[in-house]
């Protein structure tokens, strides 16, 4: 199996700066959210009421909350870095998924892999869209969906 457990540092940068990289913030709508708000101000003075509570929550999304990487996506493997040892991250070549499934739970969504030895492997997602796009893009007709139920 090519599919392996690296340290971060042995990934070259290239890799980091060219790979699709899904992180755990949605940098792009926190800032139209907080462009929206002040446009709203901006032109009507009597909508600070909505707008204000939208600049300070975007603020603090942006500023305050931590962010990081969970996946980046090349065209020969994906990277998973969401893991307890915060240094590793696991790499897993295309050709050596058998299927993927995208798991909706509770507190965070799963990404898992069911590789052809049999171990699975599965990261934090927070959306399913910036996922599934590249997903089908590189592993064509090997997603698992659930068996939805029958209405009686």
């Known amino acids: 199996m090519k599919s392996q457990y690296i340290k971060i540092r042995n990934i070259p940068e ?3 700066k060219n790979a699709y990289t899904v992180r755990v913030k949605p940098w792009w ?3 139209i959210l907080f ?3 002040i446009v709203l101000v901006a032109a009507r003075s009597y909508t600070i009421g909505i ?3 939208i600049m300070i929550l975007t603020l603090f999304c942006l500023l305050g909350m931590p962010d990081r990487i969970l996946v980046q996506f090349m065209p ?3 990277l998973l870095y969401n893991r307890q040892n915060r240094d590793e991250c696991a ?3 295309y050709d050596e998924v058998v299927s993927w499934q995208y798991e909706y739970h509770g ?3 799963l990404l898992v892999f069911t590789l052809t030895d049999g171990t699975t492997e599965s990261v934090d997602m927070y959306g399913r869209y910036a996922v599934s796009r590249y997903m089908k893009l590189y592993l064509p007709h090997k997603e698992v969906k659930k068996a939805r139920r ?3």
Do not use: H, N, Q
Request: hydrophobic content about 45%; some cysteine.
């Open 51 to 53: 707008a204000l509570p």
């Open 35 to 37: 462009v929206v708000g």
């Open 107 to 109: 507190s965070c969504d």
């Open 14 to 16: 290239t890799v980091r």
């Open 29 to 31: 709508l926190l800032i």
């Open 150 to 152: 029958k209405s009686r």
């Open 91 to 93: 790499m897993i070549y």
């Open 76 to 78: 020969e493997y994906v």
